[in-house]
């Protein structure tokens, strides 16, 4: 079983709605817990970075959520965009790892007009 | 553009054959990670160097190696290739000054085809 799980898989959503994927992770402890967002054969690009003590945190019309006693993560977007079609992958980094990260699946979203 | 620049894009090459990836961090970073991206297992952390030293350990198998030189550039290399090699290699930096807080920044990729 994976240690980070993510759903939807896939996601089709209409240019202007808003969604919400979620993350349920079974590391712990753990120091923070990022989203990212990755365009096909692109990077991925860091949308938001939470503590284990945070319970929100936003960037633009991206609005991640944690809850560390349910093991729960959502990432929510509104009025999405056809720049939003991408894959959003959620990261755990586990505590005293160094730099390891621990990624979800992603869940592919498309944005369609 | 992340800053982070990755050598070759592109790499074709055959069973058996050793290749090198090369990673240049962004300006100032002294934390360069790897990971491999494939198709039917997602983005998995190879190897973390910081400022020249080896500080994790992901998922790397040991027929691959990483080092980081004094100008801060990294170098992945693959050997004894096998088909199930071929993936998206990631490179990414960060500046790890916030102590586990540090956003990577991740570089374009390198493909690699192994034939």
């Known amino acids: 079983k994976n240690q980070v799980e993510q759903s939807p898989q896939s996601l089709i959503i209409l240019e202007g709605k808003n969604c919400t994927l979620q993350c349920n992770y079974t590391v712990s402890p753990f120091s923070n817990l990022r989203w990212y967002k990755q365009d096909t054969g692109r990077g991925p690009v860091s949308l938001t970075i939470?503590?284990?003590?945070?319970n929100t945190k936003s960037n633009g019309r991206y609005t991640a959520t944690l809850d560390a006693d349910t093991k729960q993560s959502s990432l929510h977007i509104t009025a999405s965009q056809l720049s939003d079609s991408a894959s959003y992958i959620c990261v755990v980094i586990p505590y005293n790892q160094g730099g390891k990260l621990i990624f979800g699946q992603g869940t592919e979203l498309s944005v369609k007009p | 553009d992340s800053g982070v620049t990755q050598t070759p894009k592109h790499l074709i090459t055959a069973t058996g054959q050793r290749v090198t990836l090369r990673c240049s961090p962004r300006s100032g970073d002294l934390s360069v990670y790897w990971y491999q991206q494939s198709l039917d297992q997602g983005l998995q952390f190879l190897i973390q160097y910081y400022n020249g030293e080896e500080r994790a350990k992901g998922n790397i198998l040991e027929r691959f190696s990483a080092q980081q030189f004094p100008d801060l550039h990294s170098e992945l290399n693959l050997s004894s290739l096998e088909l199930g090699d071929s993936a998206l290699y990631f490179c990414a930096s960060s500046d790890l000054k916030r102590g586990g807080m540090d956003t990577q920044y991740f570089g374009p990729g390198t493909r690699l085809t192994v034939l």
């Open positions: 939470m503590t284990f003590s945070e």
